[in-house]
């Protein structure tokens, strides 16, 4: 989940109509700045897991007013005094539903990429249902979220693929000026995190030509020099590690409902018929 949040927040700020009020409010300025504000997003997102979202006294309840007051109305009502614009709003619920994929398609359109490894029917259409829950909590209308219900998992993967497709997708493929301005940005994350892992390790290169491949967009990317090419090898020989024990957890979940039962064990006198017969 870290993964699949952490790189659906990259995808996010490389639209056009999110990554404006990213770059207006000021605080993504600099490569600390935003690599932090990715970061509390992620932590943000990964503390609605926790709680009940309903109740008032939980700590994912106040992280999700937080997110609605202060992220989601304050800049909207910013950005709509400041820079108003005739026909359409800043951060309409097309922009809300856009950063609810962002949280979740990644997820959808790619679960062995995000270490979803043997995950059941069942279990994503669970995973959804919550995510429509989280979507109508941070002010997502219901006709606008792209989460369906229970019932809908097979609807809710083709969405959320069609989503990529064609409101994602068509503005990575064409790598226009806003594109190129939510690469330099996701590079000052990559330069952030410098300070705590070198760059043979992780870097920006490797990283996306990693993601955009996997999400078949067209890209820039080089691997022109020796570091970038370690680093790639590095960074592909992690996720399929992580994906081999993905694959050894299903294995143990399928021996335990279908094998619980089986035992290979000695008997408790083996031993001692050896000894007679030496």
């Known amino acids: 989940l870290n993964i699949a949040h952490f790189i659906g927040n990259i995808l996010l700020i490389h639209l056009p109509d999110v990554l404006v009020p990213v770059i207006a409010t000021g605080n993504s300025s600099t490569p600390f700045r935003v690599f932090m504000r990715i970061l509390s997003t992620v932590i943000h997102i990964l ?26 109305m304050a800049v909207s009502r910013l950005m709509n005094k400041k820079y ?23 997820v959808g359109i790619r679960p062995n990429q995000c270490a979803f490894y043997g995950t059941t029917k069942e279990e994503f259409a669970e995973y ?45 493929d064409e790598q226009s000026a806003p594109v190129v301005m939510g690469m330099n940005l996701t590079e000052g994350v990559f330069l952030a995190l410098e300070g705590a892992a070198p760059r043979f390790l992780i870097c920006y290169e490797s990283f996306m030509k990693y ?12 691997l022109d020099t020796f570091e970038r090419k370690l680093n790639y090898s590095i960074f592909i020989f992690i ?11 299903q294995v143990k979940k399928y021996c335990e409902q279908h094998y619980g039962d089986v035992k290979y064990q000695l008997d408790s006198g083996y031993f001692d018929q050896n000894d007679e017969k030496e």
């Open 128 to 172: 959804f249902y919550f995510w429509r829950v989280i979507g109508y909590c941070v002010g997502i209308e219901d006709r606008f979220n792209i989460c369906f219900d229970v019932e809908g998992y097979e609807e809710t993967r083709e969405f959320l693929d069609i989503c990529f497709q064609r409101c994602y997708k068509v503005h990575l």
């Open 84 to 106: 108003p614009r005739p026909n359409r709003y800043w951060l309409s619920q097309f922009d809300m539903a856009m950063t609810q994929w962002s949280l979740i398609g990644i």
């Open 211 to 222: 993601w955009y491949d996997t999400l078949g967009v067209r890209h820039p990317i080089k």
């Open 47 to 72: 503390s609605w897991y926790d709680d009940d979202p309903f109740d008032e006294k939980t700590k994912t309840h106040q992280s999700m007013i937080t997110v609605r007051r202060n992220c989601h």
């Open 239 to 249: 996720m399929e590690y992580r994906r081999l024990f993905g694959q050894i957890g």
